[in-house]
């Protein structure tokens, strides 16, 4: 069982998914929906059972597959998980499906009468294409234990994504997408020039140059050189986490991608840069990272603080909720460069549970958009009132990402934040204002759209009075959603294809959030691996 | 009695098929009926050139090597080598594209991209008449073919005389045939008059050098001046006349500050011509830069490595930044040839001080990398038109995905590859060059060549935002359906890219093993 290649298997099916969803004829909408949501539940079945032939006990990286790929360069495709792969594999498998479920009907000439699939070019085909493709890469990123195929797959993700944001985004979609096109591939191209000279620090050390991860782990690089090779490293994982100050992309991406595609950028593309920290920087350069850990920190913590305050002064639902994930972002990296096992561990943890609580809040910020026709918070009031299941998700998902106990998001911010405070109190002490400054933009968001009398795009209970003017963000919906209704509507609440997408991670929210032990067991092995590489050549 | 020079006609096969090829494109302009023409001119050209790839090939896989790296022949003249080979080969098949390209009369209503007359003033009543006449003219396929039999003569010269008849040979058809456009006539003849003038100014730059070279040294042989500045030393003349030749090779291969050029003439070329300038002199240029380098100076390291470098960096700055301006595709295209002449550049520093290191191999695989994907590219700008020929401006390009979706995916594939995202050749070249740069120390230059990539990476982003994600404009151009000759072209330059960004393994062993210079 545990030799069947899982991890060829969830690359290769998503991607030959991809191409034959891409190559349906015109027209055939429906069969792409439905093919790619079979693809996209065919890797959650192989992620599943590849979870569950992982041993926690066993190896560091087990599943593995290495073919010599490119001899020349001594690149092998070597394909292997340890723990933090694995339940970052987990959370790919579980949104990407629910990602397709909501964009189901995304593009559809719909109710509204707005055949916005009927426009050329704006086929959902691609759409679902290159989702699948994204998932794809995606699985590469974090299985990849060769630094040249990690790196492959590191950049070619941009396209996918840059296709989903520039073709089926909001209003400001090209500028979007090339500021998230261009601020990746910058950052990747200095880890290029990082990843050559850890080659050939390899070369020179082990005489034949390697890219092989396990290899790399071992070499005794010189602080100096390490410092240079560990900032390459570094900053490409900063601007994708992001990390204030290199953060700025992110609202706009995650602002104007559509629904699904902002799903997947701030719950699982954005993690590929804690995931880096933990994976690349730490292990590999670890006297480095110790160097660098207090500076790291400060961005961390001042993450924390200044995304947040940023996140309340958002009008925008998108903007904001891309805002709280970068202050989210922040306790993660606090957790990963405290370098302690519980810190580390709950950083993990954070990746997991704030990919489901903002997937979710983001899914259901979809879902009102869908309704209202505009991003703008102002825009709403009183939706509560005409779709009660919609505002209790609404609140679900708002509870999660400001980490009320008994959410998921409780036990990893708990765990960073005690896990950090032994090593370093004051940034611990700090950064727990955020949490604070966490209910507050939730639960202020979460009571101006959802409660109060009827407002803007939301028509009274009555029906009777037109209400002033259309939504101030003007054409504030994403692209592929029906096009903003000048007029205020009834809001319907959810359907049932709505809550069988969001059903899955409120279940996970409750779940992980009573019994996070299921996940811990299999990050903390793979966490004390880790920091063991930071402290072997102390 | 004069002995008979020693001649391995072998070795010579591959230049005997061009130059043989192009004395018989000259017979057939000369002697065969008007009607049949143009299809026996089409397939004297692509004997000749796909000839002298063949030929190449059976060579490289024939001839006994041994230990050596190749033999010297014609009389001390000609090194054809394992890394001469392979350059030609590289030639050889670019040129087999490009001819295909000049073969194209499908797209153009007056059924080809070249001038029917090129003597009549342009704008004169006759030339109106000639605009819509569809009787076309061949000299441009003889032309090309001297030019390639140049080009290959050039990157195996293992003597500076040698080189600079070659570089002759080569350059003067392509004066020529840059002038030959049918359309906007003006902006061509301007093209290939500039190009002229400059060529000939760094003609005599490299010929200058050589007479300095010669009067240092006492010798015009690549190995016996490597000889004599090894026992001697390099002197003030040597480093001048090494200067002169570098800066009039690097005035071919479109590096900055010596590709003023480049833009003009790249834009008023005839489109299939630019293609062919871009793949193959390139490919011809760097050769012979890399053999000058490599054989004759390589023990004077340390005087060129100052040089290459900072001509390296101003080169991709350059391209790089100046791209961004470009409102034309075609003068896009030509600043992001000088970029990239800046990545090969970094390749060519990969030369170790023992003479080992992998730059060479690096910067052949890159620049066959580079011929195929700017091949391609130029191949599709000649699909999309509107009534005055070509459609070059960015802004018609507005939406083309919605026209032709296959066009604007095929260009988008050479576009990234330009700008070396992985999983295309363009990655896996960068990458090649990068790593032989690294190895010899050079990271500043690699970190400049990379920010210099990023920067770069946003001109050919904006065509695909404009291609995929603007909505169409009303009066776009429209995209012409290829021949066959313009198909083929595309679907080997496509697939190559591809292929060669995910499965590079056997083209870049056979550079590593190609990676030879005799003497």
């Given at each position: 069982?545990?030799?069947?290649p ?9 991607a030959l ?9 015109k ?30 006990g066993g190896?560091r ?16 495709f ?6 933090i ?6 959370l ?16 559809a ?29 995606m ?30 985004g909001g ?8 500021k998230?096109?261009l ?7 200095i ?22 991860f ?8 010189d ?15 900063a ?5 204030v ?16 595609g ?12 804690t995931?880096g ?7 590999l350069f ?13 961005l961390?913590?001042?993450g ?12 925008d ?17 606090l ?12 950083a993990?943890?954070y990746?997991?549970?704030?990919g ?6 983001f ?39 400001l ?17 950090s ?7 611990t ?32 209970a009555g ?8 939504p ?23 359907s ?9 991670l409120v279940v996970?929210v ?21 920091l063991?590489?930071?402290?072997a050549?102390? | ?22 004395c018989?494109g000259v017979?057939v ?12 001119q089409?397939?004297?050209?692509l ?16 001839h ?8 010297v022949?014609a ?10 080979l392979f350059?030609?080969?590289t030639v ?23 001038v ?21 003219q ?15 003569v ?9 080189m600079?008849?070659?570089l ?23 093209a ?12 005599a ?8 070279v010669?009067g ?20 003030v003349?040597?480093?001048?006349g090494?200067?002169?030749l ?49 054989v004759a ?7 060129w490595?100052p ?6 960096i ?9 791209g ?33 290191g992998?730059?060479?191999a ?26 005055d ?5 960015l ?5 083309l ?9 095929v260009?988008?594939?050479f ?5 070396g ?7 896996t070249?960068k ?23 990023a ?41 190559a890219?591809?292929?060669l ?19």
């Amino acid at each position: 069982m545990s030799d069947f290649p899982f991890l060829v298997a969830m690359i290769a099916v998503p991607a030959l998914g991809a191409a034959v969803v891409a190559a349906l004829p015109k027209g055939r909408e429906l069969l792409a929906r439905q093919l790619s949501l079979g693809v996209s539940l065919v890797v959650l079945v192989l992620t599943v059972l590849a979870a569950v032939a992982f041993d926690t006990g066993g190896e560091r990286f087990q599943l593995t597959t290495s073919v010599a790929w490119i001899p020349d360069f001594g690149v092998d495709f070597a394909l292997g998980v340890d723990g933090i792969a694995l339940v970052m594999l987990l959370l790919i498998g579980l949104l990407v499906p629910l990602v397709i479920g909501a964009s189901w009907e995304d593009g559809a000439p719909g109710a509204d009468g707005v055949p916005a699939a009927a426009t050329e070019g704006r086929s959902m085909r691609f759409f679902f294409a290159w989702l699948l493709l994204l998932e794809a890469m995606m699985v590469g990123v974090f299985a990849a234990t060769d630094v040249f195929l990690f790196y492959v797959f590191f950049e070619a993700m941009l396209v996918p994504m840059y296709f989903l944001i520039g073709r089926f985004g909001g209003p400001r979609r090209q500028y979007a997408a090339v500021k998230f096109f261009l601020y990746s591939l910058v950052g990747g191209l200095i880890m290029l020039a990082a990843v050559i000279g850890l080659y050939v620090v390899s070369a020179s050390e082990l005489g034949e140059g390697t890219f092989a991860f396990d290899a790399l782990r071992d070499l005794e690089i010189d602080p100096g050189v390490q410092k240079l090779l560990f900032l390459g490293f570094f900053v490409a994982f900063a601007i994708k986490a992001p990390l204030v100050p290199l953060h700025t992309w992110l609202p706009d991406s995650a602002a104007e991608a559509p629904i699904g595609g902002a799903v997947l950028l701030v719950g699982v593309l954005d993690k590929v840069g804690t995931f880096g920290f933990l994976r690349y920087c730490l292990p590999l350069f670890p006297d480095a990272s110790r160097y660098f850990a207090p500076l790291v920190l400060v961005l961390a913590v001042v993450g924390v603080l200044y995304a947040a305050l940023l996140a309340m002064g958002q009008s925008d639902m998108k903007r904001l909720v891309a805002y709280t994930s970068i202050s989210h972002f922040g306790f993660i990296a606090l957790g990963i460069f405290a370098f302690t096992t519980e810190a580390a561990t709950g950083a993990v943890l954070y990746m997991v549970n704030h990919g489901i609580a903002t997937g979710l809040l983001f899914l259901v910020v979809g879902m009102l958009i869908a309704r209202g026709g505009s991003r703008q918070i102002g825009d709403y009031g009183g939706v509560a009132a005409q779709a009660p299941k919609l505002a209790a998700v609404f609140l679900v998902a708002g509870l999660a990402s400001l980490a009320l106990p008994g959410t998921n998001s409780f036990v990893s911010e708990f765990l960073v934040l005690i896990g950090s405070f032994p090593e370093r109190p004051v940034h611990t002490i700090v950064a727990t204002l955020g949490i604070i400054l966490a209910a507050l933009y939730i639960l202020l968001m979460y009571q101006r759209t959802m409660h109060g009398p009827a407002r803007g795009v939301v028509a009274p209970a009555g029906g009777d009075e037109p209400p002033e003017a259309g939504p101030a963000g003007g054409a504030g919906a994403t692209a592929v959603l029906t096009a903003p209704s000048a007029t205020a509507v009834r809001f319907r609440d959810l359907s049932r294809r709505e809550i069988a997408v969001v059903t899955p991670l409120v279940v996970l929210v409750i779940v992980l959030g009573v019994q996070p032990q299921l996940l811990l067991d299999i990050i903390e092995p793979a966490v004390v691996a880790t920091l063991d590489d930071l402290g072997a050549t102390r | 009695m004069i002995d008979a020079p020693d001649l391995s006609l072998a070795a010579l096969a591959p230049l005997l098929f061009v130059f043989g090829a192009a004395c018989v494109g000259v017979l057939v302009e000369a002697f065969a009926p008007r009607e049949v023409r143009h299809p026996v001119q089409v397939a004297v050209a692509l004997v000749g050139t796909g000839g002298g790839l063949a030929a190449t090939l059976v060579y490289a896989a024939t001839h006994e090597w041994g230990d050596g790296a190749g033999d010297v022949t014609a009389a001390g003249a000609l090194a054809v080598d394992k890394a001469g080979l392979f350059l030609q080969a590289t030639v050889a098949g670019l040129s087999v594209l490009a001819v295909l390209l000049f073969a194209e009369r499908g797209l153009d209503p007056a059924r080809s991209a070249f001038v029917a007359s090129a003597a009549v003033p342009a704008g004169s009543p006759r030339d109106r008449e000639q605009l819509t006449a569809t009787r076309v003219q061949t000299e441009v396929y003889p032309l090309a073919l001297f030019a390639v039999g140049g080009m290959m003569v050039f990157v195996t010269a293992n003597d500076l005389l040698i080189m600079f008849v070659a570089l002759e040979v080569l350059s003067l058809p392509l004066y020529l045939i840059s002038g030959l456009a049918r359309r906007r006539r003006l902006l061509s003849q301007e093209a290939a008059v500039k190009y002229f003038l400059l060529g000939a100014f760094a003609s005599a730059f490299f010929l200058y050098g050589l007479a300095l070279v010669y009067g240092a040294t006492g010798s015009i042989r690549l190995g016996e001046i490597r000889q004599s500045v090894a026992e001697d030393g390099g002197d003030v003349l040597v480093v001048l006349g090494l200067a002169l030749l570098i800066v009039g090779l690097l005035f071919k291969a479109s590096v900055a500050p010596f590709h003023s050029w480049t833009p003009d003439v790249y834009q008023g070329a005839p489109t299939p011509v630019t293609a062919f300038m871009a793949a193959c002199t390139k490919v011809a240029a760097f050769g012979a830069i890399l053999r000058l380098l490599y054989v004759a100076f390589g023990t004077e390291e340390w005087t060129w490595r100052p040089l290459v470098y900072g001509v390296a960096i101003v080169s991709m700055v350059v391209g790089a930044v100046l791209g961004l301006t470009q409102t034309d595709l075609k003068r896009m295209l030509a600043y992001s040839s000088i970029a990239h002449a800046g990545f090969l550049l970094t390749g060519v520093l990969g030369l170790g001080a023992d003479g080992e290191g992998s730059g060479l191999a690096a910067t052949m695989f890159y620049l066959l990398t580079y011929g195929l994907t700017t091949l391609g590219a130029f191949a599709v700008l000649t699909l999309v038109r509107d009534g005055d020929g070509e459609a070059g401006h960015l802004a018609q390009w507005a939406g083309l995905a919605s026209r032709s979706p296959l066009t604007a995916a095929v260009m988008a594939l050479f576009l990234l590859a330009l700008a070396g995202i992985p999983l295309t050749a363009g990655f896996t070249g960068k990458f090649a060059v990068f790593r032989a740069a690294v190895e010899q120390g050079a990271w500043p230059l690699v970190l400049v060549a990379v920010l210099a990539s990023a920067v770069a990476a946003f001109f050919y982003l904006r065509v695909i935002v404009l291609m995929y994600f603007s909505p169409p404009a009303a009066d776009g151009p429209t995209v012409g359906v290829p021949g066959v000759p313009t198909t083929v072209v595309l679907a080997v330059t496509a697939s190559a890219t591809l292929a060669l960004g995910i499965l590079p393994g056997a083209v870049l062993d056979l550079a590593e093993q190609a990676a030879r210079f005799v003497g």
